[in-house]
């Protein structure tokens, strides 16, 4: 770990709004140990799964539900 890296860490932290410790850290490890990039998942053999996350989420379920916990 350098300071050039903390010195990121710090910078990052403060540009998200967040200049506590524990915002620092959580920037810090990911300037160090860099997640790999998760692979596609190959859908050949489901081909009815393509869309699935795909499609316009619809809020008027979310809306009717507000409406009945709001007094």
Do not use: F, K
Not at 45 to 63: K, M, R, S, T
């Amino acid at each position: 770990m350098t300071t050039e890296a903390i010195a990121e860490a710090v910078t990052q932290a403060l540009a998200h709004g967040c200049g506590h410790l524990d915002s620092v850290r959580i920037c810090l490890r990911q300037i160090v140990e860099p997640e790999a990039p998760i692979p596609a998942i190959d859908l050949t053999e489901w081909p009815e799964l393509v869309g699935v996350g795909g499609q316009a989420v619809n809020l008027a379920c979310y809306d009717r539900l507000l409406e009945e916990v709001q007094p």
